[in-house]
């Protein structure tokens, strides 16, 4: 098929990446809107069993591998062979609360896709790394193997960092992020890296294995917006792009390791006030309107580069932190319901209620030392901290995301 079929008008990412589609696929568009509302059942259907209190753990690792073909694949076919497994999976209502893991040395029994394997093992590692007293898996982390060589890992990145998606019909960019995230979370979080080393095997975590690691992750930083993202293979030649979910995982990460540095910040913050009125993950909004995920997600870019800003930015992070702010208060919360969620953007209703915390507490709304960007006291944040823990005991919500919302609440 000629590549100059379809031929993007404009750079708009999203655009963009739906022309490359329908150069692999002419009916893309509307087969994906056919299975659009699907996906969202989907994950509705496993909202509701949450507030029934059943995770529904194996049915949501195979909705995970459902989601990732029905937003980032042409593979229609594969996406409803996926559904089907998926709502067999739901015949079985007594499914564990936390997945054991898997021989290969994953948490991901149910998933075959290798980047979703080590999205759920560096998830599954964040809760081991932080018992008491802490103990070691029962199996080496052998699928990582592919890893262990910084040579084969940067091969590995770099081909996942620039899609094709006319040649392959695939959008490489959630595993991309699954991956480059993960090992960033490996190589630069000291309570994790101490866990891999002290408890764990198959997985070689030197001090030149994450020394090279960051020299790639600089070298992936675009020099122009300061943003990390995928890149695509257009007409118009390879075009980056400026993605705020890696950006910020970057970032964090990063600046866990305390003594490594964080470049382009000036660009940074100019790249994020430039991209605000963009569709998630290459600006804040979803569907057009503000979601608590990414609010939080620009807030702590605030945060992280506050000291890098000019007194006219700070002015207007100020501003836009407020913002944020009344949306999570009146918008996103109601008395009746608790954090409403949204399941065409979040996988599970704890998530939800996860992100809308940890916003909060990341704008030190419940605590005055973390109010980086005001002198405003807010006193009626006790009752509220109140009215978010008696919704999610009245919801039962006891699995590991609400469990780390939980503690968050609590501890900020």
Not at 256 to 262: F, N
Request: with cysteine; glycine share 4%.
């Amino acid at each position: 098929m000629s590549r100059v079929r379809f031929r993007a008008p404009f750079i708009n990412t999203s655009s963009l990446i739906e022309h490359q589609f329908l150069q692999y696929d002419p009916a893309f568009s509307e087969e994906k809107a056919k299975r659009d509302p699907q996906l969202v059942d989907m994950e509705t259907t496993l909202g509701e069993f949450e507030k029934q209190g059943k995770e529904m753990m194996i049915s949501r690792q195979h909705y995970f591998e459902s989601k990732w073909l029905e937003e980032y694949t042409a593979y229609f076919r594969h996406f409803d062979e996926s559904r089907e497994i998926f709502l067999r999976s739901l015949e079985d209502t007594d499914q564990p609360d936390q997945l054991e893991q898997a021989p290969d040395g994953s948490w991901g029994r149910y998933l075959h896709l290798f980047f979703l394997k080590l999205d759920q093992t560096v998830d599954a590692i964040n809760d081991l790394s932080d018992d008491d007293p802490q103990v070691s898996p029962e199996y080496p982390l052998s699928f990582m193997a592919r890893l262990n060589n910084p040579q084969v890992r940067d091969r590995y990145i770099k081909q996942l960092l620039v899609s094709d998606i006319a040649e392959t019909g695939i959008n490489n960019r959630d595993a991309l992020n699954a991956v480059a995230s993960g090992l960033a979370q490996f190589c630069f979080k000291k309570r994790l890296r101490k866990y891999i080393r002290n408890f764990t095997t198959g997985f070689d975590l030197t001090d030149e294995y994450i020394d090279s690691y960051k020299k790639l992750v600089d070298w992936w930083q675009d020099e122009t917006t300061g943003y990390w993202g995928a890149w695509y293979k257009t007409d118009l030649g390879i075009v980056h792009t400026q993605d705020l979910s890696i950006t910020y995982h970057m970032i964090a990460y990063i600046r866990k390791a305390k003594t490594l540095p964080i470049n382009y910040w000036n660009k940074i913050i100019a790249t994020t006030f430039a991209i605000k009125e963009r569709p998630y993950p290459y600006g804040w909004m979803h569907d057009g309107h503000m979601n608590d995920h990414n609010n939080y997600d620009v807030a702590k870019i605030f945060r992280y580069g506050w000291n890098e800003m000019t007194k006219g930015q700070k002015s207007r992070a100020s501003a836009e932190i407020q913002d944020m702010l009344d949306y999570c208060l009146n918008v996103s919360w109601s008395d009746d319901i608790g954090f409403k969620g949204d399941p065409t953007f979040y996988n599970s209703l704890s998530s939800a209620y996860y992100f809308a915390v940890s916003l909060l507490c990341t704008i030190g709304y419940f605590s005055k030392d973390d109010r980086f960007w005001t002198d405003r006291n807010f006193p009626e944040s006790e009752e509220f901290r109140k009215k978010i823990l008696a919704k999610m005991d009245e919801l039962d919500m006891d699995d590991r995301i609400s469990e780390a919302a939980r503690e968050r609440l609590t501890g900020c």
